[in-house]
């Protein structure tokens, strides 16, 4: 059976994320691959056009990669009708006109998170797919990172008993840009460009929490700037107005308690730069991006607080490595092949943007929460 090629309308790979993680390790590596594998054997094709603002950049991705069609006008793509998929990594801001034009245009939509910068413009895009009959799908990344794969194979497996908390701890040091260059751009820390670490990462909580552990039912938010001027691309000073970190508690259903630390001000002093303690009452687990380590209650050491002696138990030591048991693929790519099997054969996608704005909710309820300082209920 020959495979079938479909085209694929990609906005916003010229930047850092769209173009390695969605056009190079995922669009490109999947015709690598000889396409995605549908249920009755036959395979799909991806057929990239290269959509953005600056022509010179798009010509060149385009020949250092063999693509074909790229273009800077999104209406003259989107009227193609054999482009039948619009992604969007455009900035936040750029993003829900953009998703809202291949919507009407009869588009299946896939679109990096945050999907919006409000709520409301979230649930618009989600009512607009809806109701023009079109596929719809938000990246949701982290659930396919092997030590969250990890994580999940163990709820499954019970390892857990009843789950009681869970602690996790996101960040790493960005520089101010004066004696060494930041390592994210400058718009990430001016809220009026969309900006914000609550933006940006709650609605990555948001969809961890709820698809390992349950609904969150309410949260405490704190959102600060730490660093209140940088120095941005063109060594130019500016004024920080967005936050840059964010200590979070989210209450689940079943009662269990969930405390996300989110900074961009922090060294690491961990072994990857997010991590996630468990907590049950018949075991632990901490999952980071690949590895995840675990400690039954048989095998729980029993310290006694003394403050006069020194600790001489080396408390890691007590700890198991979970094996990786499989072949992790990238995960982005992983969540491409899904969507593409959803629009080809109406498989199923269950991170559509409903659930995107869920996640961007999240964010609009922490940082209200910071701002009025009180814990908010998250209706279902």
């Excluded at 993680?21 to 015709?31: M, W």
């Excluded at 970190?245 to 900074?263: R, T």
Aim: glycine residues 10%.
């Amino acid at each position: 059976m020959s495979p079938r090629s479909i085209g694929v309308v990609m906005n916003g790979v010229t930047g850092r994320m769209g173009y390695r993680q969605h056009l190079v390790r995922s669009v490109l590596a999947i015709n690598k691959q000889g396409g995605v594998t549908l249920s009755d054997g036959g395979r799909v094709l991806l057929r990239p056009v290269l959509v953005g603002r600056n022509a010179e950049k798009l010509r060149r991705l385009a020949e250092e990669h063999g693509v074909e069609s790229w273009t800077t006008d999104l209406d003259t793509a989107l009227a193609d009708d054999t482009n039948l998929i619009y992604f969007d990594a455009q900035i936040t801001q750029a993003r829900v006109k953009a998703v809202l034009a291949a919507i009407e245009a009869g588009k299946h939509v896939y679109a990096e998170k945050p999907t919006a910068e409000t709520y409301e413009d979230a649930l618009a895009l989600a009512e607009a797919a809806t109701a023009r009959g079109v596929k719809n799908g938000v990246v949701q990344d982290k659930l396919f990172l092997p030590g969250l794969l990890k994580l999940r194979r163990l709820i499954d497996g019970g390892f857990f008993g009843r789950i009681l908390s869970v602690r996790g701890e996101f960040g790493y040091w960005v520089f101010e840009g004066d004696w060494q260059d930041a390592q994210r751009p400058s718009w990430n820390y001016r809220a009026e460009d969309g900006g914000g670490i609550v933006l940006d990462m709650f609605p990555h909580w948001a969809y961890v929490l709820e698809n390992l552990f349950g609904r969150i039912t309410s949260v405490y938010a704190q959102a600060v700037t730490h660093i209140p001027e940088r120095v941005d691309e063109r060594g130019d000073r500016y004024r920080a107005t967005a936050d840059d970190a964010a200590y979070g508690v989210f209450e689940l259903e079943g009662g269990i308690i969930a405390q996300i630390n989110s900074s961009w001000n922090v060294r690491v002093n961990r072994d990857e730069l997010v991590e996630f303690q468990v907590d049950g009452t018949h075991g632990s687990a901490v999952a980071g991006l690949r590895d995840c380590r675990i400690q039954h209650r048989a095998t729980t050491p029993k310290p006694v607080w003394n403050p006069d002696l020194p600790a001489t138990a080396r408390f890691r030591d007590g700890w198991q490595e979970v094996p990786d048991n499989t072949e992790f693929d990238n995960g982005f790519k992983i969540q491409w092949e899904r969507f593409v099997r959803h629009v080809a054969e109406d498989a199923p996608f269950p991170y559509d943007f409903a659930s995107g704005a869920r996640g961007v909710r999240l964010a609009e309820l922490g940082l209200r929460s910071s701002a009025e300082g009180r814990r908010l209920p998250v209706e279902p």
